[in-house]
């Protein structure tokens, strides 16, 4: 017997009590919606951190002194976007929503909301004499921002009543590989007092291996529609 299957055993056993009692569920649909409007907020929030050059300067120098803004607005947008992707394929293996899966997904949206602050103390101080704190503080904040997958499929694991019956037998795997995020921005915040510019640099580089669609947090299990 795997890792896996006693869960999915839990799970079906489960269903029976989940069934007797629908008004303690909610449907994941509303928590998906009022979740949106929170991610598209925090990432539009992101760009006005980014000053445009003035009447009186040349463009390219302008945009050229806020290439540190830039370039922690890129990483932040795409994180941001990641976790909304994210986001949704885990919410899509949920069959149902309950109390304690509301609260964790308000901590998310609270730290998904507070990403614009570290992005903006990042890229004023990259250049800085406190670029170190300025990257560890991005940095701790997308762990973060990140950890809260890792807390979502650790109660998916421990209620799989919650998820479909077709995305139970992969919870587990789904909770090994939300840890990535987490150590992975916990590593860029190690790295922060060698290389503020290397932390933002590794902070990148998961970027781009989540968006290979490695390691994702929350990978997509094909559901049937009458599943």
Same mark, same amino acid.
């Given at each position: 017997m795997t890792e896996d !299957? +006693?869960?999915a055993m839990a799970g079906e056993h489960a269903d029976e009590q @989940?069934? @007797?009692h629908p008004k303690e569920h909610i449907a994941p649909?509303?928590? !998906? @919606?009022?979740s949106d409007g929170v991610v598209a907020i925090a990432a539009t929030l992101l760009i006005l951190e980014v000053k445009a050059p003035a009447s009186d300067e040349p463009v390219w120098a302008g945009l050229r002194h806020e290439w540190g803004a830039l370039a922690a607005y890129a990483v932040s947008f795409v994180i941001i976007g990641l976790a909304w992707i994210h986001h949704h394929n885990l919410f899509h293996q949920v069959r149902r929503v309950d109390r304690t899966l509301l609260l964790l997904n308000l901590g998310m949206l609270a730290t998904i909301a507070f990403l614009p602050l +570290?992005? @903006?103390t990042l890229g004023n101080h990259l250049r800085g004499h406190d670029a170190t704190a300025a990257a560890v503080?991005?940095?701790l904040s997308m762990a973060a921002a990140s950890g809260w997958f890792t807390l979502f499929w650790q109660h998916l694991c421990r209620h799989p009543e919650?998820?479909?019956p077709a995305a139970r037998g992969q919870s587990a795997a789904a909770r090994r590989q939300s840890l990535l995020g987490p150590v992975g921005y916990l590593a860029a915040a190690l790295v922060a007092p060698a290389s503020p510019l290397g932390s933002l640099g590794l902070s990148a580089l998961l970027v781009l291996y989540f968006l290979a669609g490695r390691g994702a947090p929350a990978g997509r299990v094909r559901i049937r529609s009458g599943g």
């Open positions: !299957q +006693p869960e @989940a069934e @007797a649909g509303r928590l !998906q @919606a009022f +570290p992005t @903006a503080f991005y940095s919650l998820l479909h």
